[in-house]
């Protein structure tokens, strides 16, 4: 793959929206997740982002697909396949996370 193309996915960012649609998790879950720590996010401004590079680590796919869009930029295709694990990993943390929350040990 051209390091360029590369180099702009791991500068990629998901929404929060983009994440829960992904996951197929609820919207607010994936919030819970980000503020505990659990999902990886960058602030800008009152909006976070989630890195495209986590989200691939996560699924186990190191090298995206990446289809060409006019004027859109690069668009990143999980592998479907592998999301059962990231859905695995996130409802652990989700349930981890409201643990903490409740205050539990």
């Given at each position: 793959m051209n390091?360029?193309?590369?180099?702009?996915?791991?500068?990629?960012?998901?929404?929060?929206?983009?994440?829960?649609?992904?996951?197929?998790?609820?919207?607010?879950?994936?919030?819970d997740l980000i503020h505990a720590g659990a999902i990886p996010a960058v602030k800008f401004g009152r909006i976070y982002r989630v890195p495209v590079r986590w989200m691939r680590e996560q699924a186990g796919s190191p090298e995206p697909t990446v289809h060409a869009v006019h004027e859109a930029g690069p668009v990143v295709a999980l592998d479907l396949g592998r999301l059962a694990s990231v859905l695995e990993i996130l409802g652990h943390a989700l349930v981890q996370a409201a643990g903490e929350l409740r205050g539990d040990a």
């Open positions: 390091k360029h193309v590369s180099a702009e996915l791991d500068e990629a960012f998901y929404t929060p929206r983009e994440v829960a649609v992904a996951c197929r998790m609820n919207y607010e879950s994936v919030l």
